[in-house]
């Protein structure tokens, strides 16, 4: 009997502590679990990449680019649908054909307090083309010749000879405005033996929408929401980028609700995510060029009629319903609808293996020619590569695929000992002069993306006139004369435009990505 009396104690004082643990509402981790009735306000993206550096002026990839595009502004900004928008310039006018002048916000203040205004452009722009800091956008910058400081809220940006397409190259990431207490002590720490940009990395600050928190690299990237920004302020309190290279990972991670935003997905899974309860694919399309470029400066590839025949000998849209699931669209030239100077107009070379074969016949190569394709370890660049290889066959050319890590491709194609190589070009200023100088300007020969050594004086005079013209529709008439140059010398066979896939969870709404690539996550909400 005692023992039943004492198990009996033991039973109600359990019962006791259980409702007095549920009275007191739990734990933390319990109350952030879904489905508990509150509204979620932390907002995770799965990503592919880590960035590189939280330092706009020393990225050059888009997984950097967006994790710094919630942390920082430009003068100008890009919208939803990659279109010019005031930042914080308000406005802005030509002055004349070198000098712009731009209305700056007022009352905005950085993260850390420090005051935006004229000065803190200035110091943003001179750090860009500071050989001390040696900046990868650079060459984005340097037509810039002087910053002149108005008064408090009015800046002038001087250029050296006539650059049309400075307002879109003010609108890269590269051209964020860092707060200068931030670079006063990037530079203490050049001085200190550290490199430029390692402080700026360590402690990013903005005016932007979200504050850096912390960085675990190769893990995640937090990001709190910013109460004192100048506009109207974002919908969620915190932005967490996850670092999840597999695809699968990430897929289930969104299934389980641990994620919101994933990126990319790939062309195969797009049925899986749109057909479930939890989330859908946002589709956009890229101003980016997917190509094969021919080494122009050997044989047989400094053959005109011999590159003509290649591009003619494949099916794009085979490879796009092949490798990409159908998410893409086959490419007339080298500007991506959606960019300036793009023209419905332009006309590539249409798939045709008899005129193929009379183009090699002409050339002198009718029993064909071996020849190797470079390319990187993506999956879908080699599925394209052995599509090529055997395609080629129609015209007795024995194409041997090379395939190697990306870091060393690049350097190995300024060799120029390919004959044939794949690679894409994404356009971020959806310009066409973005589009068509580094590619096809003589003064980039040999240097990736142009390792086809191609030069036309032609071309060249178009791309400069293009620069130069502030006329839009003259800008539009150089660039489409510039395009049908370049197809008819056909020094490279144009892919595809590629589309971005995100997958995006249910429990949101006001996500969107724009066609370079960029998110927009300041009116990303949770669903009540």
Sequence with gaps: MKNSKKWLSVLILSFTM????????GSEAENDQPGDGKIEKDLVVAVHSDASTLDPAGSNDVPSHNIQQPIFEGLIKRDSENKLIPGLAKEWKVIDDLTYEFILQEGVSFHDGEAFNAEAVKINVERLLDPEVASSKYDYFEMISE??????????????????????HLSHSGAAIISPK?????????????KPGTAISENPVGTGHFKFDSWTPGEEVKLVKNENYWGEEALVDTVTFKIIPESGTRNADLERGFVHIVDPVQPSEVPQLNDSDYATVVQTPSTGLSFIGFNMSKAPFDDVLVRKAVSMIINKQEIING?????????????????????????????????????????????????????????????????????????NVELT??????????????????????????????????????????????????????????VD????????????????????????????DAPMLFLDYREYLTG????????????????HLEKVQFVE
């Design 504 to 519: 995006v969870s249910n429990k949101i709404k006001g996500f969107s990505i724009n066609s370079g690539g960029i998110y």
């Design 18 to 25: 259980i409702l007095a643990a549920c009275a007191g509402g």
């Design 323 to 395: 490798v990409y699931d159908g998410y893409g669209i086959a490419a007339e030239g080298p500007l991506a609808p959606g960019v300036f100077g793009y023209s419905e107009d332009i006309k590539g070379i249409d798939q045709n293996i008899e005129e193929a074969k009379k183009l090699m016949k002409e050339a002198g190569y009718a029993d064909g020619f071996k020849a190797t394709l470079w390319t990187n370890d993506n999956p879908q660049r080699i599925d394209t590569a052995i599509i090529l290889q055997n395609t080629l066959k129609e015209i």
């Design 401 to 458: 695929i090379e395939q190697m890590e990306f870091g060393t491709y690049i350097e190995k194609l300024k060799s120029g000992d390919h004959d044939m190589y794949m690679l894409g070009w994404t356009n971020p200023l959806a310009d066409a002069d973005n589009g068509l100088y580094s590619l096809f300007h003589s003064s980039t020969e040999g240097i990736p993306p142009n390792a086809m050594w191609y030069g036309s004086s032609v």
């Design 461 to 488: 005079d178009l791309l400069d006139k293009g620069r130069a013209a502030t006329d839009e529709e003259e800008r539009l008439k150089l660039y489409k004369q510039a395009q049908e140059e370049i197809i008819a």
């Design 182 to 194: 931030a670079i006063e002590a990037d530079y203490e720490a050049i001085k200190n033996g550290q």
């Design 147 to 168: 910053v002149e400081v108005v008064d408090e809220y009015i800046v002038r940006i001087k250029t050296e000879y006539p650059f049309s397409p400075i307002l879109a």
